[in-house]
């Protein structure tokens, strides 16, 4: 069995997870810069020791502060994959994939069995012979994920594994590492800053944020009803925070009042209001017609989205992020946007939702 739990913090860092893991599942980590999402994988592979806590995989603890156990890294069954390959430079990919065996004791020939398997499994048995520096980028990390695999890892932690890739390899990985990830029934943990990684990799997803969870469930439900400002980000849907006046309404830190369709918030509790910005209609002037949610914002940035021109406002008066509006070229020209100006947001009520504010906890 393969299942993790994490419940143990960094002081240093400020970081404090409480997350678990099933057996065969796999976790996307999202998360801005400077999260904590390097701390959580750190703190698994025993990179980074905990001030307190427990780490557990399967029957087996690898950190308990309190009763002093702490297993080193080469020793946890685990393996960590990054952003580069990091081969060994003076042996071949074969040799490469082999060294994991091969430090475990086995045979010459039951390793360069175990290489040939893998270098099968990540469709890479023409490059077996090569050496790292006649790899491309993409190859070298199929020869990584192999050599990864070849340790026969209770859990695979990937660190931002297609990164450094070009963008025309990484689908092609992406589809690599769920075929090895699915057959296979690999507990793993994906840090990712790429959403295609979170849906075509994950069971399910935590959002880091200042080094804890403050959002998590299955990857539907947190980019369908995102509960915070990054997931509703790359999930492409605006969000205000606040705190529920009614079940179907809240009001911002800022004093602003947000009415919607009610799904669950308590007067007096943390809530949400989500609304695409398809559903933002932009004014020079104030609007005096039926929209019951008015927002005055300044124009931050412009950029193309698809047919449509996405108009980004300055961030909130509290410093979370403002929200985006999505008009037509032509409406942008009419209404001569640009950064700087003033204009005015109008959404319907029909088209917000309120939400009670999912808080960090355990999955």
Do not use: Y
């Not at 026969?152 to 932690?157: S, V």
Request: glycine fraction near 8%.
């Amino acid at each position: 069995m393969s299942a993790l739990t994490v419940r143990a913090g960094l002081g240093h860092r400020g970081a404090r997870f409480d997350v678990a893991l099933g057996d065969g599942e796999v976790l996307a980590v999202l998360g801005p810069n400077g999260a904590g999402k390097s701390t959580l994988l750190g703190m698994i592979a025993g990179l980074l020791r905990p001030d307190d806590g427990t780490v557990t995989l399967g029957d087996r603890t690898l950190v308990d502060t309190a009763a002093g156990v702490f297993v080193p890294p080469h020793d946890r069954g685990v393996a960590l994959l990054s952003q580069q390959a990091l081969l060994f430079p003076h042996l071949t990919a074969a040799a490469n994939v082999a060294f994991a065996p091969r430090s475990r004791g086995m045979s010459r020939a039951q390793s360069r069995e175990i290489a040939a398997h893998w270098l099968r499994q990540v469709d890479a048995e023409d490059l077996a012979a090569r050496r790292p520096s006649q790899l491309s980028g993409g190859q070298a990390q199929r020869i990584a994920i192999a050599r990864a695999l070849a340790a026969e890892p209770r859990l695979l932690l990937l660190d931002e594994p297609m990164a450094a890739l070009d963008v025309a390899v990484a689908p092609t990985l992406r589809r690599l590492l769920r075929r090895v990830l699915r057959e296979q029934a690999r507990t793993a943990v994906i840090v990712t800053h790429d959403l295609l990684d979170a849906l075509a990799l994950a069971d399910r997803v935590i959002v880091v944020e200042a080094g804890v969870v403050v959002e998590s469930g299955t990857v539907r439900e947190v980019l369908t009803h995102p509960r915070s400002a990054f997931a509703a980000r790359i999930a492409g849907v605006n969000l205000l925070a606040g705190t529920a006046t009614s079940p179907d309404g809240l009001e911002t830190p800022w004093g602003a009042a947000v009415s919607g369709i009610g799904s669950g918030a308590e007067a007096g509790s943390p809530a949400v209001a989500l609304f695409r910005p398809a559903a933002v209609s932009v004014h020079a002037d104030r609007p005096h017609a039926s929209p019951r949610n008015v927002f005055a914002v300044t124009v931050s940035e412009l950029e193309a989205h698809g047919a449509a021109v996405r108009v980004r406002a300055e961030d909130n008066p509290d410093g979370s992020v403002g929200p985006a509006a999505d008009v037509t070229p032509a409406a942008a020209a009419e209404l001569d946007l640009a950064p700087g100006h003033r204009v005015w947001f109008a959404v319907k009520a029909q088209e917000v939702t309120v939400h009670p504010a999912r808080a960090a906890r355990n999955q």
